[in-house]
C-alpha cells in the first residue's frame, strides 16, 4: 500500500485507523504525521461534539452545524493526503507533531 493510501486512510476511520498507523508504520514520516494529526483531530472533535450537545436549547443546531464543518476538514485533509501534501492544522498539528507522533516509535 502506498504512503498516500495510508494517509487517507488515517483520516478515514478517524482515531481508530490513525493510532493503527501510528503503532504499524515506523518509517514512513508522512503517514506518521497524518496518523498523529488524525488522532488529535478526531478526539478534539468528539469532545467537543459531546460538549455541544449539552448545551439546551442551541446544541442541536451547532452540533449539526460542527459535524458538517469537521467533514468538510476531514475531506479537505485527505484530498491533500492523496496529493502527498501534508497540511498542518494550526494548534492540532503542532501537538500531534510534538506529542502523538512519538507515541509509537
Do not use: C, H
Request: hydrophobic share 55%.
Amino acid at each position: 500500500m502506498s504512503s498516500r493510501s495510508k494517509a487517507v486512510l488515517s483520516y478515514l476511520g478517524l482515531y481508530f485507523s490513525g493510532v493503527l498507523f501510528l503503532a504499524a508504520e515506523k518509517k514512513d514520516e508522512f503517514v506518521r504525521k497524518s496518523a498523529a494529526q488524525s488522532v488529535v483531530l478526531s478526539l478534539t472533535a468528539l469532545l467537543f461534539r459531546n460538549f455541544l450537545v449539552l448545551m439546551p436549547i442551541v446544541g442541536t443546531g451547532l452540533t449539526v452545524l460542527f459535524d458538517i464543518i469537521f467533514a468538510a476538514v476531514l475531506v479537505f485533509l485527505m484530498v491533500k493526503a492523496a496529493n502527498s501534501i501534508y497540511f498542518k492544522l494550526p494548534i492540532i498539528g503542532e501537538i500531534s507533531e510534538n506529542y502523538v507522533a512519538n507515541w509509537f516509535k
